[in-house]
């Protein structure tokens, strides 16, 4: 899809897209939520398909927290639009993936954002392949990327286990307002651009 697109000049399309998706996320994400901090009783756990607990650092205590069969296919169904999402802009899983995890699974934040660190990783390698085919990939761009990322991933896993998860949303609500902002602004012009043509 993504090359049928750019090859027809309406790659606009998907920044306009893209960018509604984020200011969406920003909206469900922003929204306050608690989750269980005491040992879930067992008639509760049962209710549950998914449950997990990590000790947050920050707070110091042990966050229970279970995904229950209702919010799991709601997540699927978001996961599906992130992975279309992705490989068409070959960015976007992430924070459609937080979208997903956080807002539908009801994951707490730290979860959520570990999680879909390892999900982007199998979205771009699943694109990426399509694009290195296509040949949208410049490999010494990719390289020099490549050091970037590897600190910035090894500083923020650091830093995560010992941040609030207030901290970590204001951050998300950050990055993902930025995020919208450049793609609104790159449609726009590329709309402009190609009606002034």
Same mark, same amino acid.
């Given at each position: 899809m993504a090359y049928h697109i750019i090859s027809s000049g309406y790659n606009w399309i998907l920044y306009l897209i893209f960018s509604g998706v984020m200011y969406m996320a920003m909206a469900l994400v922003a929204k306050p939520r608690r989750h269980v901090m005491t040992a879930l009783p067992i008639s509760v756990r049962d209710s549950y398909v998914i449950t997990g607990s990590y000790?947050? $650092?920050a707070l110091k205590v042990y966050v229970?927290?279970?995904?229950r069969r209702d919010n799991l296919v709601r997540a699927r169904g978001i996961m599906l639009f992130g992975g279309l999402i992705s490989g068409l802009l070959g960015i976007g899983g992430g924070p459609i993936n937080m979208l997903a995890l956080y807002w539908?699974?009801?994951l707490p934040i730290k979860v959520a954002s570990a999680t879909s660190n390892l999900i982007v990783g199998v979205t771009a390698a699943t694109s990426g392949t399509l694009y290195w085919f296509f040949g949208y990939i410049q490999p010494f761009m990719a390289m020099a990327s490549v050091i970037g990322i590897v600190i910035g991933a090894n500083v923020s896993t650091r830093i995560l286990p010992r941040a609030r998860g207030s901290t970590i949303k204001i951050l998300l609500l950050s990055i993902f307002?930025?995020?919208?902002?450049?793609?609104?602004?790159?449609g726009l012009r590329r709309v402009v651009f190609s009606?002034? $043509?």
């Open positions: 000790l947050d $650092q229970n927290y279970g995904v539908a699974a009801e307002s930025y995020l919208a902002y450049r793609m609104l602004l790159s009606y002034c $043509q």
